[in-house]
């Protein structure tokens, strides 16, 4: 079986806490300017098309995903985002990983279905 890895995982995941950051930041008066939203609407639909493009990699890559992946995916979002409350940092990281292993089991019984009815 070929292993790919966690690299557009880490890309994807980058993406959604950078959505989650603007979106923060641009709350802190409690409204989003015309120019913070367009900002926000850019940066998301860039890094959407390129998700969209690497989805199914993406797939695979949770669908191969190992233990020491997901704690490596866990260390990558603590070292690269600031998050500045460390039990919501910690929460972040925790419930993503419980995702992640929800997908990859999922993803596995549906492959054990499919060669048991095929």
Known sequence: M???????L???????IRL?????????????????GASIGFNV????????KDAQHIW?????????????LRDYINDNFDIPDDKIEQAIGETLIIIL???NYSAKMGDIFRK???
């Open 116 to 118: 048991k009815q095929g």
């Open 101 to 103: 292993n929800i997908a």
């Open 20 to 36: 989650g950051q603007q979106v923060t930041e641009a709350l802190e008066d409690d409204k989003i300017s015309f120019f913070e």
């Open 10 to 16: 880490k890309k994807a995941t980058a993406a959604l």
């Open 45 to 52: 639909g860039m890094d959407a098309i390129r998700t969209v």
């Open 2 to 8: 070929e292993s790919y890895g966690i690299e557009k």
């Open 60 to 72: 695979n890559e949770i669908k191969d995903l190992e233990e020491a992946e997901a704690a490596q």
